[in-house]
């Protein structure tokens, strides 16, 4: 079955750094335009960054210049290097991909405390 899975996930300290990997089982991987998405409890669900399918990026205002998105088509896998993590970054952390359909990984917890 294709689908996307997270990982990385974790519990850190602010000014900490974790690297989240988003796993793809199908083919084409290449063609994929990803995002990372996170969701609090009880709030909506909000667009971190993404990286399209030439490794363009974009990043949403308050994580930029502190996460990092890469892809390696090869190993079918995106990865996002978080760094200088704050309280507020706590948050499930999903992989959404889309070509000819979308997939949404099952999420990752991202825990920032002291």
């Known amino acids: 079955q294709e689908q996307f899975v997270e990982s990385g996930g974790g519990l850190v300290e602010p000014g900490g750094s974790l690297n989240l990997s988003c796993v793809y089982s199908?083919?084409?991987?290449?063609?994929?335009?990803l995002r990372w998405y996170r969701q609090v409890s009880g709030n909506q669900r909000e667009l971190v960054a993404e990286?399209?399918?030439?490794?363009?990026?974009i990043y949403n205002y308050f994580v930029r210049g502190r996460f990092s998105l890469f892809r390696n088509n090869a190993e079918k896998t995106a990865f996002m290097r978080m760094s200088d993590l704050q309280p507020e970054d706590t948050a499930v952390y999903y992989c959404?991909?889309?070509?000819?359909?979308?997939?949404w990984g099952q999420g990752t917890q991202v825990t920032v405390s002291s």
């Open positions: 959404w991909a889309q070509w000819k359909r979308e997939f």
């Open positions: 990286i399209d399918q030439t490794g363009r990026t």
């Open positions: 199908g083919s084409d991987f290449n063609l994929y335009r």
